[in-house]
C-alpha cells in the first residue's frame, strides 16, 4: 500500500486565509475516528497558537529541528478531544534551513506513525521557498487562492516552486 502522507496547506501570498483554513481542516479531520495533528511550520509569522489560543513560549517545532526539543511539544486542543496541535514555539532566524534539515522529514515520518491525520501549516510562497521545501517533505499538498485577490501568476509561480521539489 501507499505510504502515508502528510498534508501541507500553501498560498501564494500572506492574507490569504491559509492558517485559519488548515486550523478548520484540522477540526473537520478531528471529528473523524482517529487523531489528527495540526503542525504550524510557519516559521516566519506562526498564528495557530493564537487561533487556538495554546502556549507558544520557547518549545515547539522549531526546537525540535534545532536539536533542542524537550517532551510536551505537541498540545492537545481542550475544545476538541482528537485534535493536537504542534506549535513553532521560538521563531527561528533561519526558517528555511530548518525546513530543508532531514530532520523535518524524519519527524513528519515519525508523527504518520503516531496520528491518522496530519495538516501542516507554512509561510506565503511570497516569503520564501520554505512551503515548497515543506510540501515535499509532507508527500501532499492543498493549493489555496482568495477569490478576487490572488493572480494567477502567482499561483503558477507556487505551481512551479511544487514541479522543483519532489
Not at 66 to 84: E, H, S, Y
Not at 131 to 158: E, F
Amino acid at each position: 500500500s501507499e505510504p502515508r502522507k502528510a498534508l501541507a496547506i500553501l498560498s501564494a501570498n500572506s492574507g490569504d486565509g491559509r492558517s485559519y483554513f488548515a486550523a478548520n481542516m484540522a477540526a473537520a479531520f478531528s471529528q473523524l475516528s482517529g487523531r489528527t495533528l495540526l503542525i504550524d511550520a510557519n516559521m516566519r509569522s506562526p498564528r495557530q497558537h493564537e487561533i487556538f489560543n495554546l502556549a507558544n513560549a520557547g518549545t515547539g517545532l522549531s526546537s525540535i529541528l534545532t536539536g533542542r526539543a524537550v517532551t510536551n511539544v505537541i498540545q492537545p486542543v481542550k475544545t476538541l478531544p482528537n485534535l493536537f496541535v504542534l506549535p513553532v514555539g521560538t521563531t527561528p532566524p533561519n526558517p528555511l534551513e530548518l525546513a530543508e534539515r532531514p530532520a523535518f522529514g524524519l519527524m513528519i515520518r515519525e508523527l504518520l506513525s503516531k496520528f491518522d491525520h496530519i495538516l501542516v501549516d507554512t509561510p506565503a510562497l511570497s516569503q520564501g521557498m520554505d512551503g515548497a521545501v515543506i510540501a515535499a517533505k509532507c508527500g501532499a499538498a492543498v493549493l489555496l487562492a482568495r477569490q478576487n485577490h490572488t493572480r494567477v501568476d502567482s499561483l503558477q509561480a507556487l505551481v512551479g516552486a511544487l514541479r522543483m521539489s519532489d
